[in-house]
Structures are given as C-alpha cells and as structure tokens.
Nanobody, 125 residues
Framework: QVQLVESGGGLVQAGGSLRLSCAAS????????IGWFRQAPGKEREFSAT????????YYADSVKGRFTISRDNAKNTAYLQMNSLKPEDTAVYYC??????????????????WGQGTQVTVSS
C-alpha cells in the first residue's frame, strides 16, 4: 500500500505562485508514474500533469502548459507541482496520484492505483 499526502495549497492572488508537494509513505513510488489532478466545485476531476517513473516523460494539460511544472525526487519519495502565473480558474482541490503509466492518467477514465486526499488551492482575482 502507498499513502499519498499533498501539501502546499493555500490562498494566493492571481499571478502568484504555489508549490505543491506529494509525499508518499508505505512503499516507494519509484515504480509508478505520478499525476496531478484537480477538481473545481461542481466539475469533474481533471488531469493537470503527469511524470513517468524516471522523470523522462512529462505531459501537461493545455490549461496549465507553460505555467505549471511537475517534478519528482524518487530518493525522497516525493513529487512536486510548481504553479506559476496562477489564475482564478485554477481554483480547485488538487490531488496527486500514483499509477502504472503516464498515458493512462491523461484522459478519463483515469487508471490510478493510489490517490491522495487533496489540498485546496484558491486563487483570488
């Protein structure tokens, strides 16, 4: 079993930055692709970014491309999402997930083995 815990969310003004962390415990996540997803009130959970097991392959949703950067440190069993130039429409609960492949995280239905509990990001205008 893998437990994922997100942190780093909060309230930020439009144009600001936040860095989310996803810390894993229980087992190493080096054998999994990691994804970041978000869910705004009244909307479906949507893909934001994903990174392969060794970090060689990275994909972003068009809505965050050029503003968000996903990374991982397998030695620390932690993944990150650096979010810059935040917009009010980025407001959502952000979830990290571990799954078998980046390809199965990019479009629904998402194939994920483990989900974190989520962290709230609120961007004020």
């Amino acid at each position: 079993q893998v437990q994922l815990v997100e942190s780093g969310g909060g309230l930020v003004q439009a144009g600001g930055s936040l860095r989310l962390s996803c810390a894993a415990s229980g087992r190493t996540t080096s054998g999994y692709a990691i994804g970041w997803f978000r869910q705004a009130p009244g909307k479906e959970r949507e893909f934001s970014a994903t990174i392969s097991r060794n970090g060689d392959n990275i994909y972003y949703a068009d809505s965050v491309k050029g503003r968000f950067t996903i990374s991982r440190d397998n030695a620390k069993n932690t993944a990150y999402l650096q979010m810059n130039s935040l917009k009010p429409e980025d407001t959502a609960v952000y979830y990290c997930a571990a799954g078998p492949f980046t390809s199965t995280m990019r479009t629904p239905p998402y194939k994920v083995n483990y989900w974190g509990q989520g962290t709230q990001v609120t961007v004020s205008s």
